[in-house]
């Protein structure tokens, strides 16, 4: 498979089964209405696993525009493939975003709260504070960098090197992405993704629903730069101690 094709592919995985468990917690009359926080966490943290294992062989499964960077600054993934890849992740999200859309049509349809319909595509922070959730998002991410780059000996994106060998590298990933939503995601829901934020939102924008959440576009640019930051700190600190 095509690097780009397996990073649109399993990015596309990852959002439709990590806000699908969002919509099938949130959203009116689903059988897992109300299952709550440990519910989605564990279902985030499967999403992710899912996704590694289908893009891993091909791509070395960034699915994360704050994973492709962060491997760039830290020299191990070329700057030059990462437009490509970011764009990929992009669009998957946006796919993925969709199909939850499709899956739960009628379920949005029952929902009256315009904020639990726009939960199920992209974040907001429990409590606004731009300076805060800007830290939280890249807090989050930093975490997730500095683990991914020790679970893969910092060799995941040279050459589009797997993430491990198959399945089995998969599952330290979505063991990191279980603790950062369970320890720090209560702050901001934990996007840690740029993708994964902003082509949701993209698609909620674009799509029939009435009362939309328009002001949270304020937001978006959080877990943009935040993500973003996050991973090149956790680059450059992994430099550091790596070269001592």
């Known amino acids: 498979m095509n690097p780009i094709v397996a990073e649109i ?28 926080w440990i519910v989605i966490t564990t279902g985030w943290a499967l999403a992710v696993f899912a996704g590694v294992v289908i893009a891993g062989p091909y791509s070395g499964a960034h699915l994360n525009p704050a994973v492709t960077i962060g491997l760039a600054v830290a020299g191990k993934f070329d700057w030059a493939q990462a437009p ?10 946006m796919i993925g975003a969709v199909l939850v ?15 639990l319909k726009s939960a199920s595509f992209y974040t907001t922070p429990a409590i606004k504070n731009t300076t805060l959730n800007l830290i939280s998002e890249g807090l989050g991410t930093f975490v997730l960098l ?38 720090l995601g209560g702050t901001t829901g934990y996007a840690i993704n740029p ?50």
Request: aromatic fraction near 10%; hydrophobic fraction near 50%; proline fraction near 4%.
């Open 9 to 36: 592919i399993g990015t596309m995985i990852l959002i439709f089964l990590g806000n699908g468990v969002v919509a099938n917690v949130v959203l009116t009359g689903t059988k897992g209405n109300g299952g709550g």
């Open 84 to 93: 490509a890849f970011i764009g990929a992740q992009l669009v998957g999200a």
């Open 101 to 115: 859309w499709l899956m739960y049509k009628d379920h949005f349809r029952a929902t009256a709260d315009a904020g």
């Open 146 to 183: 500095l683990a991914v780059f020790y679970i893969t000996n910092g060799e995941i994106g040279r050459d589009k090197t797997p993430i491990g060998l198959g399945s089995i590298g998969a599952i330290p990933v979505a063991f990191i992405v279980w603790a950062i939503g369970l320890s």
């Open 195 to 244: 993708a994964r934020d902003l082509g949701p939102r993209i698609v909620y924008s674009l799509l029939p629903f009435k009362d939309k959440n328009k002001k949270d576009w304020k937001y978006s640019w959080i877990p943009i730069v935040g993500p973003v930051v996050g991973a090149s700190v956790a680059a450059g600190l992994y430099l550091m101690l790596s070269s001592q």
